[in-house]
Structures are given as structure tokens and as C-alpha cells.
């Protein structure tokens, strides 16, 4: 969506485009390894600059290449980035990057999966989440011994174009209603400002109808009726709960892909961030959010026929060929599902004649 509206500076030499990687900690460096695998088999013009960023360093400097390379490159695909560091000053790498990058918006299409045993069948829910500010403004202090205070940092500015962004999403997408989730019973100032600035710009979109609900109630509703919605505009963490609801409800933390956008960059990345650290290195973890937010980054670029393929790769491989990975109830392992989607791909790419 967002290339639709600005001009989006995409390095590109040769008829290839440069892409910033950032593998990450936990399972984010092997994913990696897994697009760049498909990747070549299916004869992608995109090249890599992948950076490392070191999660016990104390000094920024490698995230501060990270964010040059990306604002150079003007897309990244990324795996979760940890902050190890002992001194409380170091603030998460995750955040800081969404925030000098000022990649206001996040979008998390959740979509059911034919051939996954779920929870729930055909959801079809876009989530689009602020991602700078809310609750992750990281301002947090010891007023006095034992008493902590956090402050939540809502703007009307930037819950302005994040309405704006949801009330456009709908119109391009064909997208009927927006659901604000907020807290402004209790968080009248905060939540109030959020849920008011969306209220104000549904007025000036009488073609898509609009309303709001509680965040409470709005975890309750997901589990026991989540047919109801359509685009859920949320604050930061509570765009975070939903999603990882919702996540939950169609299959887990290894299949959707998430999006973030600013006005001048893209950053592509599994769903729900996770780290993974406990299933690192044992070839199990799935691949596919992570092989999603990879046909996302193609699509961004207008790859548009690299992007078909390696999504019927995908869809096949996980619909028809049932190849799932023990978090989807199977006996697959990383690779085994790696490789049939390259299979898939060398197969589909002949008959596209992309390669
Ligand atoms: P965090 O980033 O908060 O540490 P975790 O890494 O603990 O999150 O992930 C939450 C859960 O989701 C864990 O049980 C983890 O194993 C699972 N998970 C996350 N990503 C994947 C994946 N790609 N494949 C399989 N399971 C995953
Ligand atoms: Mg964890």
C-alpha cells in the first residue's frame, strides 16, 4: 500500500535490487539462510547486505550501520534483534530501529490457511498497529525506591495518519470496516486522544463503516467470535496482544509475515517477532513466516512474478503437500519444508519462464 501512495527510494543497480538483512538472534539467522536458498533457486534479482548486530554490545554502533544500510537501501527484511546489554541505558534495537526509521505503521494480515488444523476457520482480519509510540515510548523510572513510573506517549499527529492509513488500507483493498481497539474507560487522556483522532477521520470516510471496542472485550470476542471483524486499528501493545491472539487462534508464530512502513522505508519481518531461542539450531522451526515477509519485501519492490511463485510454493507446500513443522502438529523438519518449496519453485518458475 505504501508504495502506492509515496515514493519509496529503492537501491537498485543493474536491474537488481539491494536489500538490508538483519538475521537477528534465535531462529532469525537460519530463516534467513532458508529466503536466500529460495531465493536463488528462483532466480531473484535481489541482493543481500546483511548486518549483524551484536546483542551483548553495550554500543550502538552496529545498529547505527543497521539503520544506514536500510535508509540507503530503502528495504529490509529482519529477525528479531535482542539487547543483552546490562547497562539500563541500551534501549531495545527493535524499537529504536522502528523509531528513527520512523516507521509509523505496522500491518499484519491474518488469514487462515486451508489444510492447518486451527482454532478457527477463515479469518480474514487486518491488523494495522502504531509502531513508534503508546506504550513502548520506553520512558520508565524509579521515582523513589519501590515506585516505578512508565509513561504511555500518545500524539494526535501520528494517531492521525495511522487512522488515515486504515481508513485508505480499506478503500484500496476493498476493506468494509475499522474496529478501534483502545482503553479510554480508563486511559481517558491517552486511549481518549487515540480513540477521538479515529472517530474524527471516520467522519471523512462515509463509505467505510466504523466502531470501537475495548481491548478486554476484544480478546474475548477474537476467541469466541472472530468473524466479526475486519480492520482492527490498535495502539502499540494492544495491536501486539491482538496479533499474537489471533496468531494463535490460525496456527502459531511461524506462519504470518509483518509489515512495517514509514513514509520513506519498509522493514519486513515474521508476524509476531519472536526470538525462537529455545528451538534455535534444532531444524525445527518454521519457515514460512519468515519466507511470507520475504514475498511481502518482493511484492513492496514490484517483483510482482518472483513474489506469485514463491507464494504458490508456499501454499502448495503447506495445503496440498501437508509438509508442516512440528508447531503445526507435524513431523517436518526445517529443511524438509525448505526443500519442497524449492521444489515447487523450480517447477512453477520453468512453466513462468521467469528464470
Ligand atoms: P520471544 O521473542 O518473546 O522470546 P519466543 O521466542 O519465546 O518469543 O516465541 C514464542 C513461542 O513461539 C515459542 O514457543 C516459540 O518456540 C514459538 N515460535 C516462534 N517462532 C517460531 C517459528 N518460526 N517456528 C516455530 N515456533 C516458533
Ligand atoms: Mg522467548
Redesign the pocket.
Given at each position: 500500500f505504501a508504495k502506492k501512495v509515496t515514493p519509496i527510494p529503492k537501491a537498485k543497480y543493474g536491474g537488481r535490487h539491494a536489500v538490508t538483512m538483519l538475521p537477528g538472534g534465535?531462529?532469525g539467522p537460519e530463516?534467513m539462510g532458508y529466503v536466500k536458498e529460495v531465493f536463488r533457486y528462483g532466480g531473484v534479482p535481489v541482493d543481500f547486505e546483511t548486518v549483524q548486530i551484536d546483542p551483548k554490545s553495550d554500543s550502538n554502533e552496529d545498529l547505527e550501520y543497521a539503520i544506514t544500510s536500510i535508509r540507503r537501501n530503502g528495504v529490509a527484511i529482519k529477525g528479531?534483534i535482542e539487547t543483552k546489554s546490562l547497562d539500563t541505558d541500551v534501549i531495545s534495537r527493535n524499537v529504536a530501529l522502528r523509531n528513527e526509521l520512523d516507521l509509523f505503521v505496522n500491518v499484519v494480515h491474518c488469514q487462515s490457511c486451508p489444510g492447518i488444523k486451527a482454532r478457527q476457520k477463515d479469518i480474514d482480519i487486518i491488523i494495522i498497529r502504531q509502531n513508534t509510540e503508546g506504550e513502548y515510548a520506553m520512558l520508565e523510572h524509579e521515582s523513589v525506591h519501590g515506585v516505578v513510573e512508565s509513561m504511555k506517549v500518545v500524539t494526535e499527529e501520528n494517531s492521525e495518519r495511522l487512522a488515515r492509513y486504515a481508513f485508505d488500507y480499506c478503500r484500496l483493498h476493498g476493506r468494509k470496516k475499522v474496529t478501534t481497539v483502545h482503553k479510554a474507560n480508563i486511559m481517558k487522556l491517552s486511549d481518549g486522544l487515540f480513540l477521538e483522532v479515529s472517530k474524527r477521520v471516520a467522519k471523512e470516510y462515509p463509505d467505510i463503516q466504523h466502531d470501537a471496542m475495548i481491548i478486554d472485550n476484544t480478546c474475548m470476542q477474537l476467541v469466541a467470535n472472530p468473524h466479526q471483524f475486519d480492520v482492527m486499528l490498535t495502539t502499540n501493545l494492544y495491536g501486539s496482544i491482538v496479533s499474537n491472539v489471533i496468531c494463535g487462534l490460525l496456527g502459531?508464530?511461524?506462519?504470518l509475515s509483518g509489515r512495517n512502513y514509514g513514509d520513506h522505508y519498509a522493514v519486513f519481518e515474521?508476524g509476531?517477532?519472536?526470538?525462537?531461542?529455545?528451538?534455535a539450531g534444532k531444524n525445527?522451526?518454521?519457515?514460512?513466516?519468515?519466507l511470507n515477509a520475504s514475498v511481502d519485501m518482493l511484492e513492496h519492490l514490484g517483483h510482482d512474478s518472483h513474489a506469485e511463485v514463491i507464494r504458490t510454493a508456499i501454499n502448495k507446500t503447506i495445503s496440498e503437500d501437508h509438509i508442516h513443522?512440528?508447531?503445526?502438529g507435524g513431523q517436518a523438519t526445517?529443511i524438509d519444508v525448505v526443500q519442497n518449496i524449492i521444489k515447487h519453485v523450480q517447477a512453477l518458475s520453468k512453466k513462468c519462464q521467469i528464470v
Open positions: 534465535g531462529i530463516l528479531n502459531g508464530a511461524g506462519l515474521p509476531t517477532r519472536n526470538t525462537g531461542t529455545a528451538i525445527i522451526a518454521n519457515p514460512i513466516a519468515m513443522t512440528p508447531d503445526l526445517s
